[in-house]
Structure formats: structure tokens, C-alpha cells
């Protein structure tokens, strides 16, 4: 364990019914190493599940100890309160990689939610499958991709999963739940919303395309192809002018401390939209529905946030994406919330919009 970090390492004796087991559950663990944000308190008790069994005593344990959990993939888009939390954090490290299924058409596949999302975006790739490679190098473990249903460049997770498996923590079974019920929307589902907590992800299921992706792309996509001349459209171009644009316009977390995009696009209706217009004749949007997404990117930029380095805070937005913050040299939480109200209230101020938060804050 030592490559996380951790002073203390408890091996627990759990007794589920009359068998005895052992598990390695860690007293005390910051969790800054459990975020992308690296801000936040200390947890009471940290596991890692490597196996459906292993993530069943687990939870069996917390029960049995009246112990709160919350699981986590790599925490790419978590914020941690600075209180801490006095329970156990599971992180689901379950790997899998299977082929379910195969016509002439298409490939069914099924990976543990523990893989890393980007390696298995890579797996379908260099089996020239379709679906995915736009979501390539999003951060993160493929679990937690369907619980804020994960998009860029014109796709979302929404459109290539079938189903999901999961530990319903209600009944204590594992279960599988259908894409049409797990209440997709614009970078949310039931499993942050309605259900937030019931149900942890063990494994998805996607059908991937063995037709290559067809224009017309993402904006930003049809830019690249055509600054670079590429008339070749297969899923290893899209990954690559994926992976090119991201590396232009957003930070590495390996590098600097960051969730992603820190807020959603939000959405609006058109007469308002149309208001806004009038206004700031510039404003970006795209139609959603009967309403309007906005760019919140450029709402920000139009505000003054891009690339700002606020001082008292120790936070900034990224130069290349004003959507983007990244804790420079915060100490706290709170410093990143106080830095987010700064921005939201301007934003209110300014367009008359509510800036919607998109990493979670936890507990
Ligand atoms: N824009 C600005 N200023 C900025 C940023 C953006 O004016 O600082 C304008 C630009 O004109 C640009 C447009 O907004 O053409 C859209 O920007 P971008 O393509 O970067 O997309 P986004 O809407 O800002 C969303 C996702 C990203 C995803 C990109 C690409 C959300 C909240 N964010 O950003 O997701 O990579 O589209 O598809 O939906 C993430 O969720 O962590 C994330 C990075």
C-alpha cells in the first residue's frame, strides 16, 4: 500500500456470519491523494476492492459497523470537504475485459468498473470499434463514466452503453440495469441524482460500431481535420485529433491539479437566450431540445475568468479553457468554493444564469 501513501495499514479481521476474513482497511487517510483537486480532509477508513466478493465484505463490514461508505474510481471529478469524512471510502478497482458479443455490425464488450477509462477507449480503438474514441483521454475509471454519463466531441456514454452491473445497496444483490434506466440526461443520470449512493457500478456493457464515425464532427474536430488534411475518418483519427485538441486546450491532472470542466454547460430557453443575444451578440449556444445550451466556457471568458489567478484563494481558471479550475495553491475546500461563488455570482450578475457545478463535492 505504500505506493498510496498511507502510514497505518490495518489488516481487519471481518466476520460475516461465522467465516473470518481479512481485508485491508486503512485508519485515517487523507483524502487529497483521492482527488483531482488534491483538497480535502481525512477519511475514517479507506479500501480498495479488487473483486465483486471483495467489494460485497466490504460493504457487508460498513453495515455490520453502522459505518457510512462512499465508493470512488481515481476521484478525477470529486471535491472532498475539508471536514473529512467519518466512514469508509471503497475505491473499486474491479478489471475486467471481455468480449460479449459479435456480429457483422457490431461488438458487445463488457469492462470492470475499475479499468482506466482511457485504456479501454484505447482496447476498442485498436480493434477499429467505433463509439467511444471520441471520449478519449477523459480521466477516470470506466465505473465512473455512466454516473455523470461522460461526453465530448459530440458523443456520450449514453449512446454506446447497454447496460450496467451493479451492488444494489437496498437489497444487498447484484443487479443489471438497462441504458433506458439509468435516466440519462446532460452529463447526469439516477446514479447522481434520484438513486445518489444506492448503487455501486461493478461493470458496463457497450456496443460498439464496426462502421467507421461519418462527418459531419464537433466543431473543434472539423477544425483539426482540416488544418491538418485528413480525409480519413476511423477511429484511430478520431482519437488521435481527440487526444491533440485536449492536450491544447486542457491541463493534465497528473500535472496540475484539476476536475475538468468545473461547471455545466447550462441550459436555457430559447426567449432568454435570444434576450442574451440582443446584449452580447457574441454569446455561444448550441439548441438543446426546445432550449439552448450555452457555452458556460464563454460566459466565464466574457466575465474576465479566463486564465485569472486569484490570490486570496489560490485558485485560477486555465488559460485555454476558462471552464477549467485548477488549484494552484489552495489550502482548503473552502478556498476552492469561495473562488467558485466569486465566479457564479458575477455570472448571475452578468447574464442572469446559475452556474451549475459539475464534479461532485463529498460527503
Ligand atoms: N469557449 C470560450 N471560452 C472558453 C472556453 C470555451 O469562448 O474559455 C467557447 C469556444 O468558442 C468554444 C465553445 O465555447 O468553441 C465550446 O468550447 P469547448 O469545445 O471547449 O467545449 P465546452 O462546452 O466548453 C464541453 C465539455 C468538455 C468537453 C468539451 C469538448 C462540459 C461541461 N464540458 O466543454 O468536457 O471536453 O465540451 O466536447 O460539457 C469535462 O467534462 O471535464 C470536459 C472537459
Known amino acids: 500500500i505504500s505506493d498510496l501513501g498511507l502510514s497505518i495499514c490495518q489488516h481487519y479481521n471481518i466476520r460475516i456470519g461465522s467465516i473470518m476474513i481479512v481485508m485491508n482497511i486503512v485508519e485515517n487517510v487523507s483524502l487529497r491523494k483521492h482527488s483531482a483537486m488534491r483538497l480535502g480532509g481525512e477519511t475514517r477508513f ?3 476492492a479488487a473483486s465483486e466478493d471483495e467489494l460485497k465484505k466490504l460493504v457487508d463490514w460498513a453495515k455490520e459497523q453502522v459505518v457510512p461508505i462512499v465508493v470512488i474510481g481515481e476521484g478525477s471529478n470529486i471535491i472532498w470537504r475539508d471536514e473529512g469524512f467519518s466512514g469508509l471510502v471503497i475505491s473499486n478497482r474491479i478489471t475486467d475485459r471481455q468480449v460479449l458479443d459479435e456480429d457483422d455490425n457490431h461488438m458487445t464488450i463488457r469492462v470492470g468498473a475499475g479499468e482506466v477509462w482511457d485504456s479501454v477507449v484505447e482496447w ?8 467511444i474514441e471520441f471520449l478519449s483521454a477523459i480521466p477516470g475509471l470506466a465505473g465512473a463514466a455512466p454516473i455523470q454519463n461522460i461526453g465530448a466531441y459530440g458523443a ?7 447496460e450496467l452491473s451493479a451492488l444494489d445497496t437496498h437489497s444487498d444483490d447484484f443487479i443489471t440495469i438497462k441504458n ?3 435516466g440519462f440526461g ?3 443520470s439516477r446514479f447522481k441524482t434520484s438513486d445518489k449512493g444506492r448503487f455501486i457500478i461493478t461493470s458496463i456493457t457497450l456496443r460498439l460500431n464496426k462502421a467507421g464515425p461519418a462527418p459531419p464532427f464537433y466543431e473543434s474536430l472539423e477544425a483539426y481535420f482540416k488544418k491538418h488534411k485528413i480525409k480519413s475518418y476511423t477511429p484511430r483519427t478520431i482519437r488521435e485529433a481527440v487526444i491533440a485538441i485536449r492536450a491544447i486546450k486542457l491541463p493534465s491532472p497528473a500535472k496540475v491539479a484539476n476536475n475538468g470542466s468545473f461547471f455545466t ?18 454569446i455561444k449556444g448550441w439548441p438543446h431540445g426546445d432550449n439552448v445550451k450555452v457555452s458556460a466556457g464563454w460566459l466565464l471568458e466574457e466575465a474576465g475568468f479566463k486564465g485569472v489567478h486569484d490570490e486570496e484563494t489560490g485558485m485560477a481558471t486555465w488559460p485555454a479553457q476558462a471552464l477549467v479550475l485548477v488549484n494552484e495553491h489552495a489550502n482548503t475546500t473552502t478556498d476552492l468554493l469561495a473562488f467558485k461563488q466569486k465566479i457564479q455570482t458575477k455570472i448571475y450578475q452578468m447574464f442572469g ?11
Open 46 to 48: 479507506f479500501a480498495e
Open 124 to 131: 476498442t480503438v485498436k480493434k477499429d470499434l467505433s463509439g
Open 156 to 162: 456520450e456514454i449514453s449512446q454506446s452503453l447497454v
Open 180 to 182: 433506458k434506466a439509468c
Open 186 to 188: 446532460y452529463r447526469t
Open 265 to 282: 454547460n447550462p441550459i436555457i430557453p430559447k426567449n432568454e437566450f435570444a434576450k442574451l443575444q440582443q446584449k452580447y451578440p457574441d
Open 353 to 363: 444564469i446559475v452556474l451549475g457545478q459539475e464534479p461532485e463535492l463529498l460527503p
